[in-house]
């Protein structure tokens, strides 16, 4: 049965094998299945997400969010748990707010086993930097005449640039 504590199986499956000849004659066995319960130990962690193990994430650059506005664990996973009824997770995100919009943030995972009450406690690391110069559009060539008696204009504003973009907000 699923999830039951009390041997080393998370499950067993018992599959009914019947064999028939050409004459008639048959033959039975059950064959059982039997899943163990994932220990501890094996639960695989995602990876941080720091320019180290994997590429961390650019300010401005599109990628699932969280309702916190953090990347989703569609992106940057989940801990590797199986099918295990007796293994469960948890996590909480920190964030620690750097210059501009860049931030680190350590997603605290949190996994227990139901069946021997212990439990593991791992930081994933996830930076958003901002490393890219801001993205400049000028508008075209703006010619300007001056008068015919004299190297000056009138005093005509010129037009500021078409756009701006840039993730930081200095």
Known sequence: SKGDCSGIADKTILRKWKAKDARGNTSNCTQSIVVKRMPLSAVTFPPNFDGKEKPFFECGDTFPVLANGYPSTDTTGIPGIGYCGHLRYQYSDIAFQECGNTSK???NWFVIDWCSSESRTINQLIYIKDTKGPQVICRDT???VTSPYSCSTDQTPLPDL???????TF
Do not use: Q
């Open 105 to 107: 943030i350590a997603r």
């Open 162 to 168: 078409i756009k701006v973009s840039d993730c930081n």
């Open 142 to 144: 703006i010619r300007l």
